[in-house]
């Protein structure tokens, strides 16, 4: 499969706790993004890498949150002390390189379901 | 910031008649995309739209864009059970795309 793969797919972990999940992109993708999703809404923008830069943060993103993508390949993102607003889908998405990188569509992962008892 | 506001939210139709989810920017938009998320799964690309009055055609999916660049529709003739799923709007801002909230299509056998 040749898709964007993320791991694990299900977390439940309890309030405090620290959580990473990991997302492959596609291989010759060098654009990778993270999104959060909650029930009855569109994804919400995290971060976004180009290779291995960390180039563009949201405001959702509390210092909780960080994300890495070491060798421009694959991404984790950790959320230390979770807190039940955490729980949620988070989605990862990469893209080719084009123009500019919100020009060319993103092909989405499975994502990863969160839930913070 | 920008906004993209989607309408209606929700919309339950008998199989064969037709949907329309219409899409609203706050702002003028470079190009507008649209993805189709079926239930328990991920958003998957449809379609991109770059100029202004654009119409484009996918089997029954019929797709346009404002000619202010600032609102866009999909229309689906002839729903089908195949159908079923939330169709969302994005518009890029920077280097992200912000998504509305999405249309939820359920389709009566």
């Known amino acids: 499969d040749t898709g964007v793969s993320q791991d694990p797919r299900h977390k439940i972990t309890k309030r405090g706790q620290n959580v990473t999940f990991r997302c492959d992109p596609i291989s010759e993708h060098n654009r990778l993004y993270w999104y959060r999703q909650t029930l009855g809404q569109g994804p919400e923008f995290l971060t976004y890498?180009?290779?291995?830069?960390?180039?563009?943060k949201s405001r959702l993103l509390s210092d909780r949150f960080s994300a890495e993508r070491p060798k421009g390949s694959f991404s984790t993102l950790e959320i230390q002390r979770t807190e039940q607003g955490d729980s949620a889908m988070y989605l990862c998405?990469?893209?080719?390189?084009?123009?500019?990188?919100?020009?060319?569509?993103?092909?989405f992962g499975p994502g990863t379901r969160l839930t913070v008892t | 910031g920008q906004q993209v506001m989607q309408i209606p939210q929700y919309q339950h139709v008998q199989e064969g008649e037709d949907f329309t989810t219409y899409c609203n920017s706050s702002t003028t938009l470079s190009n507008i995309q649209w993805y189709k998320q079926r239930p328990g799964g991920h958003p998957v690309f449809l379609i991109q739209?770059?100029?202004?009055?654009e119409v484009k055609k996918q089997k029954r999916l019929t797709f346009q864009f404002g000619e202010a660049k600032k609102n866009s529709s999909l229309h689906i003739t002839a729903t089908q059970t195949t159908d079923v799923g939330t169709y969302f709007c994005?518009?890029?801002?920077?280097?992200?795309?912000?998504f509305g909230a999405g249309t939820i299509l359920r389709v009566k056998s």
């Open positions: 739209l770059v100029k202004s009055g």
């Open positions: 994005a518009g890029p801002w920077g280097n992200k795309l912000v």
């Open positions: 890498f180009q290779n291995e830069a960390q180039l563009e």
């Open positions: 998405a990469s893209s080719p390189t084009m123009t500019t990188p919100s020009s060319v569509e993103q092909y």
